[in-house]
């Protein structure tokens, strides 16, 4: 049985609850020299009491570690404690207003409120902490031994606005030793009433006014941060977009913070409470989408146009010459309707992952932006994937290899992982009937500087097995498969990202 639309799967029920255990069965041999800590965030629990959760943005936010000491694996879990979880848990059902779901209590309930912080896209590792992160609002603070959670972070009091947030997509730039963040600052602009009136009587006045409200409506800007490797976090600049679009992830290069704005918008009507703000989404079809690419040291923004796409996550950026280069899976949907279908079918319901329409394949893609703003796009594979990751040592610089999810479970008969070599356009693939694994991560080998020297981590929930497990890959030779599998005796629902360190979790 293949994982797909026609056949919900065992993926999406709850985790059997929060474990610290030792692995006990292991396949294959784990590499002695791979020794740190495999962190994932993901959604754990897909029904509150007997509401069942509707979408990927509202799950809780779980987080999940994989310890690897180099005798063997220990895997723990906890639940973010966001004020959404311990207030649903106590009530056995939803009670905040979610991005794809509505508080109980009709419009009124729900208008001028903003989603439910579920701290469940990503982790990341700040100086002696664990942040979970969530796109919409402030981090989470956890513990990096024993998962539990500190509280709510302003990272230092840096993190400002009416919501504060720090995205799920940090990224790392190896030269500075820093990680690059930004966060989503909704505003309204100031309306200057007293041009308005000043000198100004009847129709003149009249359209002064219109002109103002007209700018009265709510717009975006992105909030950029740095963080060194003592986890102290400054604020860098504010990027405003043009349009109040959804930006999920940011590239990086040398000169460049870089954000794609797609045609895909948030609906202001939302705000109203009478649609959750997923309902409310709306695509521009006649709009192109943008690249923004905001210089780190402040200047300008240079906006440059190109055809339409959507897309979630970015693989890299770097600088060739007088060119950027941007690579992506780049989602262009025959029609509008299938970027909906393309993210809603992540869900508990509806067991296939990231398939829309045959047809509507997301491409590796690799963009080339000319100092004149001419855009050239090339593919990088031919089949379709996310969650695109690489050797973190060539963020920002050209990387020769990229490691993703393989997303066509009905061509490949799973949902597997690949490693692409640029050099030839070749790749490597591993899927699995009746499997899904998540986004790979890679991990250097210890004193190794080749780029695919080291290993490919991912985890792999089983469908006939009702389990996951932790699997090594050698870098090299994905499609060779697993060489060492670290079975758990239950499963765990898909997770979204990760982050490896070689810190040993106690
Ligand atoms: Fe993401």
């Known amino acids: 049985m293949v994982l797909n639309a ?19 069965e292991i396949t294959g041999s784990l590499p002695a020299n791979l020794v740190g800590t495999l962190y994932r965030n993901g959604s754990g629990r897909w029904n509150i009491g007997s ?20 005798r063997g694996v220990r895997f723990r879990n906890k639940f973010v404690r966001t004020k959404h979880y311990l207030r649903s848990t106590e009530a056995g059902q939803p009670l905040d207003r979610g991005f794809s779901s509505q508080r109980p209590g009709g419009p009124l309930a729900n208008a001028l409120r903003l989603p439910a912080n579920t701290a469940n896209t990503n982790v990341m590792v700040n100086a002696d902490r664990l942040l979970a992160l969530w796109e919409g609002g402030r981090p ?19 993190l400002k606005g009416p919501v504060g947030a720090y995205s799920a997509h940090y990224t790392h730039d190896p030269i500075a030793d820093t990680k690059v963040n930004f966060g989503f600052d909704p505003y ?12 100004a ?22 909030r950029v941060y740095e963080t060194d490797a003592r986890g102290v976090t400054r604020y860098v600049r504010s990027v405003p977009l043009p349009g109040l679009a959804i930006v999920h992830d940011m590239a990086l290069t040398q000169r460049y913070a870089i954000f794609v704005v797609s045609p895909m918008r948030i ?6 409470g009478y649609a959750s703000f997923w309902d409310s989404m709306q695509f521009e079809k006649d709009l192109p989408s943008y690249f923004v690419l905001a210089p780190r040291n402040g200047g300008p923004v240079r906006i440059v146009e190109t055809d339409a796409f959507f897309h979630w996550h970015f693989t890299n950026a770097y600088e060739d010459g007088g060119d950027v280069v941007v690579e992506l899976p780049r989602f ?45 796009r090339e593919p990088l594979a031919d089949f379709g994937c996310e969650f695109p990751q690489i050797d973190q040592r060539r963020s920002t610089v050209r990387h020769d290899f990229s490691y993703v999810a393989v997303q066509e479970p009905d061509r490949f008969g799973g949902q597997g992982i690949a490693r692409v070599d640029h050099r030839t356009g070749a790749a490597q693939m591993y899927c699995q009937e009746d499997n899904v694994l998540v986004e790979p991560t890679f991990v250097a080998r210890p004193g190794g500087t080749a780029e695919d020297d080291g290993w490919v981590l991912t985890v792999g929930y089983d469908e006939i097995r009702h389990r996951s497990r932790l699997m090594v890959f050698d870098a090299a030779h994905i499609d060779e498969g697993p060489t060492a599998e670290a079975w758990l005796p239950f499963h765990i629902p898909m997770s979204y990202h990760g982050t490896f360190t070689t810190r040993v979790a106690r």
């Open 140 to 158: 989470h603070e956890l513990g990096l031994d024993t998962l539990e959670t500190y509280g709510l972070s302003s990272l230092g009091g840096v």
């Open 51 to 70: 509401t069942m959760v509707k979408s990927v943005f509202d799950a809780d936010g779980m987080v999940s570690a994989f310890v690897l000491d180099g």
């Open 188 to 199: 309204i602009p100031r309306l200057d009433l007293r041009w308005a009136l000043r000198d």
């Open 332 to 376: 262009a949907p025959h029609t509008w309707s299938g970027v909906k279908n393309y993210t809603a079918h992540v869900r508990s319901d509806i067991a296939q992952i990231g398939g829309a329409e045959p047809a509507d394949a997301v491409v590796l893609t690799r963009f080339r932006i000319t100092a004149a703003g001419r855009v050239t």
């Open 6 to 24: 026609a056949a919900p799967s065992r993926y999406w029920t709850d985790i059997a609850g929060e474990f610290d255990l030792p692995v006990d």
């Open 201 to 222: 009587r009847g129709a003149e006045r009249r359209r002064r006014l219109r002109e103002l409200l007209a700018e009265a409506v709510p717009r975006v800007r992105l």
């Open 267 to 272: 609906n202001p009507w939302a705000l109203t």
